[in-house]
């Protein structure tokens, strides 16, 4: 069966510097999303991706977040300036369309 | 906007026995779905079941089953003959069919559920 992957699974990074988190959907889907989860709390919307476009976006998605589709097969999230709050584990998904998602194992990032 | 509340951060149940997860959700939307996602110790976000709100039938998936009442806005998770390998956090969670919202998932706050032997 076909699956989401990201990498890299864990990444620390120190405060300030910039991370870039990759995602590979599922090659025949059109709509892509990232989500974010901070330790013990609920899974959280930060964008969502089609036509190589933003559709959607949330509060916390502000000028530090950025996603990009570089290639036709991965898609980015990247931090520009990463703060300890940014700390949480990072959810790619896709689906083929608006429908039910398919999420990735997820990226844990930790900022120091 | 749309919300969604799972009002039992944790529930426990004995091995073979039955549990009943509770949710409830607020839309001014007819049409939308509804999903359970499980998330285990790996972090995964495993879909267990999911409910269009356009359907009366409740939707079930051998040992997974929902009680949707639209009209009171609740989407309950069944898990009967429970199993170890159960133990996760449960999710609820809702899209809208509205599909210049870009179809994102809303998440309730989870609900911890531990399976005694």
């Known amino acids: 069966e076909p699956e989401v992957t990201q990498t890299p699974s864990h990444q620390v990074t120190q405060m300030g510097q910039e991370v870039i988190l990759r995602c590979v959907p599922i090659?025949?889907?059109?709509?892509f999303y990232w989500y974010r989860q901070i330790l013990g709390q609920k899974v959280e919307f930060l964008v969502s991706?089609?036509?190589?476009?933003?559709?959607?976006k949330s509060e916390i998605f502000d000028d530090q977040f950025s996603v990009e589709r570089p290639d036709g097969s991965n898609f980015t999230l990247k931090i520009r300036s990463t703060k300890l709050e940014d700390s949480a584990m990072y959810f790619c998904?896709?689906?083929?369309?608006?429908?039910?998602?398919?999420f990735g194992p997820g990226t844990r990032l930790t900022v120091t | 906007a749309q919300t969604v509340t799972q009002s039992q951060p944790e529930m426990s149940v004995q091995e073979a026995e039955t549990v009943t997860l509770s949710c409830t959700y607020d839309?001014?939307?007819?049409?939308?779905?509804l999903f359970w996602y499980k998330q285990p110790p790996s972090r995964q976000m495993i879909l267990v079941i999911r409910?269009?709100?356009?359907?009366?039938q409740n939707a079930t998936e051998n040992r997974f089953s929902v009680n949707f009442q639209k009209a009171a806005k609740s989407f309950s998770l069944k898990i009967s003959d429970s199993q170890l390998g159960d133990a996760a956090m449960y999710f609820c969670?809702?899209?809208?069919?509205?599909?210049?919202?870009?179809?994102?998932?809303?998440f309730g706050q989870g609900t911890e559920l531990s399976v005694k032997p």
């Open positions: 409910q269009e709100a356009y359907k009366q």
């Open positions: 839309t001014s939307e007819s049409d939308y779905y």
């Open positions: 090659s025949n889907h059109l709509y």
């Open positions: 998904a896709s689906s083929e369309t608006p429908g039910h998602h398919y």
């Open positions: 991706f089609y036509n190589n476009e933003i559709s959607e």
């Open positions: 969670a809702y899209r809208s069919m509205i599909y210049n919202q870009g179809g994102k998932l809303i």
